[in-house]
């Protein structure tokens, strides 16, 4: 007879405040398999659920410094262990203890002294409830995952975008930081997938989203914004910066090679940039901020592409700035297109 957790040992936290029980108990749980560690008193259940994340709880109702219903209703208020099964420890004669430990939310109960099968097979019975429910957590996490992520470079996805996005602008809003935003369009993609063919687009997808992801910085936002476009959003950066941090980005993904059979791609993106400035522009929306981004990216590639196009935001009928574009000025992108230019 033996007791597992999937494939390994169940963790079991023994709480009784009798030396002898607390012994005896513990070696016929280690003799079935089970990891086991113990506590004398209730008082440090909670605390101890927390580091060692036992699979379950096994809990002495009768306990001097503090009773397994107060060790049971602290480990049920805390976020962090309450779903971990707990199963009461009752003499046979405590019908009433039971019904107050289930109605405080423990599993299940089992009477002392023990008859080791029931023991066992109350045991397997809570931690098959303590299997589900990992496995149910686990899931959630993946369907969180992939509701919040894009599977392809892993980056925050647009709904995740659109929500921090207002955020950033909110906070920007209050606290009179500028906030700039950078809006990546790859040049002449379709050739690539055309030329190479969907696998290597994909990659060349993935590199840029590291490269960016890996520049970010903490408070910044980068996000898949849609099929071959990403957005970078720069809290606290001015006009100058964002466009420094655009002109960088634009130039490292014309130095990235992508690796092919047919030799290695050069990849090109056009940039479109603003900057929210409370000061400036009042109390504005978080997509008329984007708007003007994506004006500024829409120009961009009508100039020629592999640029950068700064476009100010205005406001009611007072003229925006100038528009600043940056682009290699050696550079004809409109003759050769950087998305089919093959080395070696
Ligand atoms: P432009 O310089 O004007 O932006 O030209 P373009 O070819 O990049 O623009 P267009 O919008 O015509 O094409 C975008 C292409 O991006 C078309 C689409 O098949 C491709 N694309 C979008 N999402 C993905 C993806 O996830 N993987 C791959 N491989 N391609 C994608
Ligand atoms: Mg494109
Ligand atoms: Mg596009």
């Known amino acids: 007879m033996s007791i597992t957790f999937g ?10 405040d009798e030396p002898t029980i607390l012994d005896i108990l513990t070696r016929r749980l280690q003799m079935l398999g089970c990891e086991v560690s113990t506590l004398s008193g209730g008082s440090k ?10 699979d379950i709880v096994l809990l002495d109702v009768m306990m001097p410094d503090l009773d397994g219903f107060s060790v049971l209703t602290a480990l049920k208020a805390d976020p962090d262990v309450q779903d971990i099964p707990v199963v009461m420890m009752t003499a046979k004669s405590e019908v009433e203890s039971r019904v107050k430990g289930l109605d405080l939310g423990a599993h299940d109960y089992v009477s002392k002294p023990y008859e080791t099968p029931e023991l066992v097979a109350r045991i397997r019975a809570a931690l098959r409830v303590k299997q589900l429910q990992d496995n149910l957590k686990q899931l959630n996490r993946q369907l969180e995952r992939l509701a919040t992520s894009d599977p392809l470079t892993d980056l925050p996805n647009r709904r995740t975008f659109d929500e921090q996005f207002f955020l950033a602008v ?28 969907h696998q290597i687009g994909d990659d060349a997808l993935r590199q840029v989203g590291r490269l960016l992801n890996n520049r970010r ?12 476009e990403f957005i970078w959003v720069l809290p606290g950066a001015t006009d100058k910066d964002a466009i420094e941090v655009a002109d960088w980005a634009r130039r490292a993904v014309a130095e990235m090679r992508v690796e092919t059979d047919r030799g290695a791609v050069s990849l090109a993106v056009t940039v479109g940039v603003t900057t929210y400035l409370a000061g400036d522009h009042g109390a504005i929306s978080a997509s008329s901020v984007l708007e003007v981004a994506d004006t500024a990216l829409r120009e961009a590639k009508l100039a020629g592409r592999n640029r950068v196009r700064f476009l100010p935001i205005s406001v009611g ?25 093959r080395y070696r």
Do not use: Q
């Open 217 to 228: 910085r903490i408070t910044d936002l980068v996000a898949r914004y849609g099929g071959e």
């Open 170 to 197: 909110e906070r920007s809003r209050r606290s009179g930081e500028p906030l700039s935003v950078l809006m990546f369009d790859f040049d002449h993609f379709k050739r690539i997938n055309d030329t190479f063919g």
């Open 45 to 54: 259940v909670v605390e101890t659920a927390r580091s060692y994340e036992p």
């Open 317 to 341: 009928t007072a003229p925006a700035g100038e528009a600043i574009e940056v682009s290699d000025s050696d550079l004809a992108p409109s003759e050769e297109p950087p998305g089919i230019t």
């Open 7 to 16: 494939s390994r040992a169940p963790k079991l936290l023994v709480v009784d």
